[in-house]
């Protein structure tokens, strides 16, 4: 499944070394969120706050280089009138767990899509800062 390969060194690599750069965020709409990089990124930390409202409840996915959507998580809101608020800190995402070496060295971005679309979070803020880049600590 490839969950924890980067936890343990290989070849004298040190998984825990980072290059953090940080990313343009646009779009921060339901339709896709993208997150723009130097080629060759492949872990990313996004932070994010949102609102949502009225049983708008949201899936959020990666959309890989093909198109397919891999679900990450969900967002939900209550009934009408409450405006449940959401703050994310530090959540990891890894590219690895859906992408090809090769593929990785090229990118140059991602989306994120959030699904069913009814109504978009309404984010008040969406930071991404890249990681780990192929070939570089850990990777």
Known sequence: MGFCKNILPSKGKDPLKTEPIDCVVSNKLTGGVTVSYPAGYYQF???????????????????????????LGSMGADDYGYSPYYSIANLILDLTL????????????????????????????????GLRRVGGGGG
Request: no cysteine; proline share 3%.
């Open 45 to 71: 930390k996004l932070a994010y706050t949102y609102q949502q409202f009225d049983r708008s409840n949201e899936n959020i996915y990666y959309r890989d280089s093909v198109g397919t959507l891999h679900w």
């Open 98 to 129: 859906f992408e090809s070496t090769e593929t990785l060295k090229k990118m140059t971005s991602f989306s994120l899509v959030f699904g069913p679309n009814s109504r978009d979070p309404h984010f008040s803020s969406f930071a991404a800062v």
